[in-house]
């Protein structure tokens, strides 16, 4: 499924190391050609702050409260260990066959 022309995997992990790459990755997969200035645009308007801004100024209440910190590997300071380990588990067994590999770090 990895290699599957018709699907792009982004991972939360790669865009907040190099959120350009990402947009640009983006681009190319949807076959849309965008100049640098428009790149940059887009990943400025992308970060989790400035998304974070956006929920905070809705008029929707619901959207809010969802955005949390934006940090990789957040996870560690809210589960357990038992829970972390668990949850690896579900996810190696939810995404065996994929090819998908993930960095939490």
């Not at 907040?16 to 997969?29: E, G, N, Q, R």
């Not at 990943?43 to 008029?59: C, L, V």
Request: glycine share 4%; proline share 4%.
């Amino acid at each position: 499924m990895r290699d599957d022309p018709h699907f792009l995997f982004l991972k939360y992990e790669d865009m907040k190391k190099d959120l350009l790459s990402s947009v640009k990755t983006i681009a190319t997969f949807l076959e849309i050609a965008l100049d640098e200035a428009t790149i940059a645009t887009i990943a400025e308007e992308s970060t989790f702050n400035r998304m974070k801004e956006d929920f905070g100024r809705s008029k929707w209440p619901t959207k809010r409260i969802i955005p949390r910190k934006g940090i990789v590997g957040d996870w560690k300071n809210w589960l357990s260990p038992d829970e972390s380990k668990a949850f690896d588990s579900w996810c190696e067994w939810k995404l065996s066959g994929t090819g998908l590999s993930f960095d939490f770090e």
